[in-house]
């Protein structure tokens, strides 16, 4: 059974970092592309970053791009996004999801349930 | 960067009702578009991807349509597990994004 269990997720003042996990298990981890997502209280979807399967190509949106940084360790098992000079408006939920595909192509078939990032002083 | 509108933003329904969702494209994306579910509080569920291929799963009462620029989200007949919100994701470029999304209560 796949399963994506995310975690890190906590209070932190703007300016400050954050490294978020996802622990996956299922499924030969390395053999797939993964994306984080984020849902800003109240609000819609955002798609955030994805990295290719080897962990060789890296995908950001514009509005993390040169503070967030996207990751992998397959012998772990386990996806990361390490977060810095977080803003008010990294406030959301973050779910990793799973793709289909080794590359990057955009499509997930598996979602976490997710973790709350919150910047407020 | 490729922007996703949805129509309508809200849809009340009835248990029983044939429901389409409209997902337009501001440029051509061939087939590349994927559509997803989301109850309150929980993970977005991926139901469609290619613009007509359901996930593993998913019951064949939904169905998508489209092409380029103009796609659709069928739910053929509703059901009670249905009402939530329903978003498209458009997969020909990154940053990959996603529609505002479609919100469909009870009557």
């Known amino acids: 059974e796949v399963q994506l269990l995310e975690s890190g997720g906590n209070l932190v003042q703007p300016g400050g970092s954050l490294r978020l996990s996802c622990a996956a298990s299922g499924f030969s981890f390395g053999s797939y592309a993964m994306t984080w997502v984020r849902q800003a209280p109240g609000k819609g979807l955002e798609w955030v970053s994805a990295i290719s399967g080897s962990g060789t190509s890296t995908y950001y949106a514009a509005s993390v791009k040169g503070r967030f940084t996207i990751s992998r360790d397959n012998s772990k098992n386990t996806l990361y996004l390490q977060m810095n000079s977080l803003r008010a408006e990294d406030t959301a939920v973050y779910y990793c999801?799973?793709?289909?595909?080794?590359?990057?192509?955009?499509?997930?078939?598996?979602w976490g349930q997710g973790t709350l990032v919150t910047v407020s002083s | 960067d490729i922007q996703l509108t949805q129509s309508p933003s809200f849809l009340s329904a009835s248990v029983g009702d044939r429901l389409t969702i409209t997902c337009r494209a501001s440029q051509g994306i061939s087939s590349y578009l994927a559509w997803y579910q989301q109850k309150p509080g929980k993970a977005p569920k991926p139901l469609i991807y290619?613009?007509?291929t359901l996930q593993s799963g998913v019951p064949s009462r939904f169905s998508g349509s489209g092409s380029g620029t103009e796609f659709t989200l069928t739910i053929s007949s509703l059901q009670p597990e249905d009402f939530a919100t329903y978003y498209c994701q458009q997969l020909n470029s990154y940053p990959f994004t996603f529609g505002p999304g479609t919100k469909v209560d009870v009557k």
């Open positions: 999801a799973k793709s289909p595909t080794i590359a990057v192509a955009g499509v997930t078939d598996f």
């Open positions: 290619a613009a007509s």
